[in-house]
Every structure is written in C-alpha cells, then in structure tokens.
C-alpha cells in the first residue's frame, strides 16, 4: 500500500522540549515537504529537500531542523526555540523533473500540542 | 518571491449557483499552478493542475498569465463541493519550492 506515513498523528511536548515527527514514503520520489497549517493561514512551507543529503529552508524555517539521509524519509524536529510550535504539520512529496512539478502527495498530518 | 494570495477565507453559495474561487500569484519565472481540496476528514488531495487543462469533478482553472491568476470555477455548485480549497504554485527551474495561499472554504447551502 504505497503513500505516506506520519507519526506520530497526536503529540504533547512541554515547553523546553525538543520533538521529532517521522515521515516515511515508499512511492520512490525525490521531493519531500514539510507544512504548517494553522488555521487562517493556510499551509506554510517550513523545510523541503530535492534529493537525499540535501534540504532547503522554506518561509517559516526558524526553531525548525530536518534531515533526509535516506530517500524514504524526512524527520523533522521541533526545536524548543520555535515559539509558538503548537500547530498541525503536514509531510508531503513528489517527483519532480524536466521543468514539470508534479502532484504533491500528502501524509495525514501530526498535531503537535505544546503544554 | 514566490506568493500565492486567495483572497476570500469563506465562500457560501447555493446548490446550482456558480462558483468561482479567486487566486493570484506571484513569481519570477514560469510557475505550475494547482488547486488542492480538502474534504472533511480527508487527507488534502490534488484537484486540478494548469499544464493539464482537464476538467475535475466539473471544475476548470485557466492560467492568467497577465492578470497571474489562476480562479477556480465551477457552473453549478453540488453540496459535495464543500471542503477546504487551496491554491498552490510551484518553482519550474532549479528549486522546486511548493508553496499554498491560505485557503478558501467553500460552503454549498442546499
């Protein structure tokens, strides 16, 4: 069953508290992205990563880290320097190429909540 | 820089009315337009895309290159269109940054 994974889908922190959400895909693209969506303000682009050893800031990347070692997978850790980290994150990919983006595939998201 | 603006959070229109959701944009280069819908409780999906000029589920979107818009539109509006909708741009060359305006829910009153 191909697609992607988020974990986990409820997360509490306390303040102080660094978090890590996991997002696995197995449908073999290059692009991941990582999203902020909070209510009124759409989905705001906080890391992205074309191609495995490499990742990019999107427009909301401070108190945010991200890795992507492999492939499948692009973590992404909630440091405890973003202020106001409570929210609903969305992990999503595709397979970009030849000048021509493609379909943003997307996760079912992890709200995280901050105590 | 790269900017999607949708200009209306809330939409309300009559079973059989027109719709027409706004979106205007703005970048640089030559951009891929698209509009995602998110139904409720449902994983945000893939409506249309402009490269493809296709019709889905009876809507149409046509890039405007000289006004940078790129309006969702629909005929007759179905109390199943009501979700969340939003309108995405993406980076053509070298950086394929993905960006959304901040969404226009769409309510369809019976």
């Known amino acids: 069953d191909g697609g992607i994974t988020q974990s986990p889908k409820y997360l509490f922190r306390k303040e102080g508290q660094n978090v890590t959400l996991s997002c696995e895909q197995n449908?073999?693209?290059?692009?991941m992205y990582w999203y902020r969506q909070d209510p009124g303000q759409g989905l705001r682009l906080i890391y992205y990563?074309?191609?495995?050893?490499?990742?990019q800031k999107g427009d909301i990347a401070e108190g945010y880290s991200v890795s992507r070692e492999k492939k499948e997978s692009f973590p992404l850790t909630v440091t405890s320097a973003q202020k106001n980290p409570t929210a609903f994150y969305l992990c999503a990919s595709t397979h970009p190429g030849g000048g021509n983006t493609g379909e943003l595939f997307f996760g079912e998201g992890s709200r995280l909540t901050v105590l | 820089a790269q900017r999607v603006t949708q200009p209306e959070k809330l939409l309300s229109v009559f079973k059989g009315a027109p719709v027409e959701l706004k979106c205007n944009y703005s970048y640089s280069g030559s951009p891929e337009l698209f509009w995602y819908v998110q139904y409720s409780r449902q994983r945000l999906q893939l409506l249309l895309r402009?490269?493809s000029r296709e019709s889905i589920k009876g809507f149409t979107a046509d890039l405007n290159k000289g006004e940078t818009s790129f309006h969702l539109k629909k005929p007759f509006a179905q109390e199943e269109d009501s979700a969340m909708y939003y309108c995405?741009?993406?980076?053509?060359?070298?950086?394929?940054?993905?960006?959304f305006g901040t969404g226009t829910r769409l309510k369809v009153l019976a």
């Open positions: 449908l073999n693209h290059d692009a």
């Open positions: 402009h490269i």
């Open positions: 990563s074309q191609i495995v050893n490499d990742f």
């Open positions: 995405a741009l993406s980076g053509t060359s070298g950086t394929y940054k993905y960006i």
